[in-house]
């Protein structure tokens, strides 16, 4: 069984930053996208970044263009979200997910073969 492996979550101050790692021991995500989602209380999971490992390709939500950037180490096995300049309204548990749509489609329709437990993400104003 797939196990995804989300880390990097805590408490930040508005403006602050944080680094999420996505990660699957020993399952390569050579051929896979890999998605980043978050789910404030209360309102319906939103994806935030997705890339995908065959070409690179990235998608970014308008609400996080510009401060999150996505990226992967293909050596470790390991996607990250670099979160920049958070605001309070980015405070949600984020999920990573994996599928073999592109990032696009996995970002807008959130249909994942395979999802993380979440890490909680905590922006105090």
């Known amino acids: 069984e797939v196990q995804l492996v989300e880390s990097g979550g805590g408490l930040v101050q508005a403006g602050g930053s944080l680094r999420l790692s996505c990660a699957a021991p020993?399952?390569?995500?050579?051929?896979?996208?890999i998605g980043w989602f978050r789910q404030a209380p209360g309102k319906e999971r939103e994806g935030v970044s997705c890339i995908s490992r065959r070409d690179g390709t990235t998608y970014y939500a308008d609400s996080v263009k510009g401060r999150f950037t996505i990226s992967s180490d293909n050596a470790k096995n390991t996607v990250y979200l670099q979160m920049d300049s958070l605001k309070p309204e980015d405070m949600a548990v984020y999920y990573c997910?994996?599928?073999?749509?592109?990032?696009?489609?996995?970002?807008?329709?959130?249909?994942?073969?395979?999802w993380g437990q979440g890490t909680q993400v905590t922006v105090s104003s």
């Open positions: 020993g399952f390569a995500f050579d051929d896979y996208t």
């Open positions: 997910a994996a599928d073999h749509e592109n990032a696009p489609f996995l970002c807008r329709n959130g249909l994942g073969l395979y």
